[in-house]
């Protein structure tokens, strides 16, 4: 069975950091462009960020740009999000997700609909 599973959630203040993973479970992430979602309540889902499958490229929302960072360990079939000077409007669940893509670049490329494979989430609330 193949799946991706969140964790490192949980409820910070206002300036802390987190750290999210994304291990893959079945499967190896390799091949894989893997991309960092949120959903806040009574909001549409949007995208956060997106590593292609060698690290090459990376791309951020404009809303987390210089405060986020992606990075994967395919010798650990793991993908990280480092959210640091975290702000109340990043509280969301968060999802990571994977579509197969072998091209070293391919990052943005790869719309949100594209994406087969998604984890359950990891809940984030920043709050004082």
């Known amino acids: 069975q193949l799946q991706l599973v969140e964790s490192g959630g949980g409820l910070v203040q206002p300036g802390g950091s987190l750290r999210l993973s994304c291990e893959a479970h079945g499967f190896t992430l390799e091949n894989y462009v893997i991309g960092w979602f949120r959903q806040a309540p009574g909001k549409e889902r949007e995208g956060v960020s997106c590593?292609?499958?060698?690290?090459?490229?990376?791309k951020y929302a404009d809303s987390v740009k210089g405060r986020f960072a992606i990075s994967r360990d395919n010798a650990k079939n793991a993908v990280y999000l480092e959210m640091n000077n975290l702000k109340p409007d990043d509280t969301a669940l968060y999802y990571c997700a994977a579509e197969w893509n072998p091209s070293p670049a391919v990052c943005e490329e790869v719309s949100s609909d594209q994406y087969k494979l998604w984890g359950q989430g990891t809940p984030v609330a920043v709050s004082s």
């Open positions: 590593i292609s499958s060698r690290g090459i490229t990376t």
